[in-house]
Nanobody, 114 residues
Framework: VQLQASGGGLVQPGGSLRLSCAAS????????KGWYRQAPGKQREFVARIFNNGATDYADSVKGRFSISRNNAKNTVDLQMNSLKPEDTAVYYC?????????WGQGTLVTVSS
C-alpha cells in the first residue's frame, strides 16, 4: 500500500487547513485510516482515526476542532483542521492499518504561525 499525503502549508492561528491522503495498491475496505503528527523534538502522536463503519476517534487535544472523513470508493482519508493553534505545528502523517500491518505516508508539514 502506498500513501500520498497533501494539503499542508502555513496558516495563521485560528485558520483552517484540509489534509488529504490517497492510498493505492491492495486496499481492503476494512482498513482503519488515520492521521498522526510529529512536532519538532517530540515523538509521533496519534491525532485521529476512522473505521470502516464511520466511527471516529480523536486525540483530546484536537477534539471539536479537527474532523476526519474517508471515501472508500476513492481510497482517500481527509483531515479538516479548524481553529488551528501554534501547538498544532507538526509534520502530519497519514496511516493505513490493514491485516495487521501499518502503512505510512511521507508526511506533510503544517505550520501555524502569525
Amino acid at each position: 500500500v502506498q500513501l500520498q499525503a497533501s494539503g499542508g502549508g502555513l496558516v495563521q492561528p485560528g485558520g483552517s487547513l484540509r489534509l488529504s491522503c490517497a492510498a493505492s495498491g491492495t486496499i481492503f475496505s476494512s482498513a482503519i485510516k488515520g492521521w498522526y503528527r510529529q512536532a519538532p523534538g517530540k515523538q509521533r502522536e496519534f491525532v485521529a482515526r476512522i473505521f470502516n463503519n464511520g466511527a471516529t476517534d480523536y486525540a483530546d487535544s484536537v477534539k471539536g476542532r479537527f474532523s476526519i472523513s474517508r471515501n472508500n470508493a476513492k481510497n482517500t482519508v481527509d483531515l479538516q483542521m479548524n481553529s488551528l493553534k501554534p501547538e498544532d505545528t507538526a509534520v502530519y502523517y497519514c496511516n493505513h492499518f490493514q491485516r495487521g500491518r501499518d502503512f505510512w505516508g511521507q508526511g506533510t508539514l503544517v505550520t501555524v504561525s502569525s
